[in-house]
Nanobody, 128 residues
Framework: VQLVESGGGLVQVGGSLRLSCVISGDTVHNYARAWFRQRPGGERKGLAFIRSSDGSTRYSDSMKGRITISKDKNTVYLQMNNLNPEDTAVYYC????????????????????????WGQGTQVTVSS
């Protein structure tokens, strides 16, 4: 399985970006898909995921209300609005089971589970 993110870049405060992540390889399995981010010097934190079972979504508190996760066939998107400098980070997409992401997103602490697949990350920089 390969995950490739795109859509990152430099944006001004208050701006918006839409990140994309295409999955390829073993697409027979319907993986749940998630977005994480890692700020400079910080830990990787979950932002949102979309379940493979029913397409429902779950968001962490980190950017809740300013992000929307969606999926179209093999691509998952993260729409981000009203960005601020604290959103500067590397954003990663991931694929695994509904159960793993339910466990990850139920725990606001450090990432304690091994995620099956990661993309290479895309840099988002918000300038003031």
């Amino acid at each position: 399985v390969q995950l490739v993110e795109s859509g990152g870049g430099l944006v001004q405060v208050g701006g918006s970006l839409r990140l994309s992540c295409v999955i390829s390889g073993d697409t027979v399995h319907n993986y749940a898909r998630a977005w994480f981010r890692q700020r400079p010097g910080g830990e990787r934190k979950g932002l949102a995921f979309i379940r493979s079972s029913d397409g429902s979504t779950r968001y962490s508190d980190s950017m809740k209300g300013r992000i929307t996760i969606s999926k179209d066939k093999n691509t998952v998107y993260l729409q981000m609005n009203n960005l601020n400098p604290e959103d500067t980070a590397v954003y990663y997409c991931a694929a695994d089971s509904d159960l793993i992401f339910d466990l990850v997103f139920a725990d606001p602490g450090p990432l304690a589970y091994n995620i099956g697949y990661w993309g290479q990350g895309t840099q988002v920089t918000v300038s003031s």
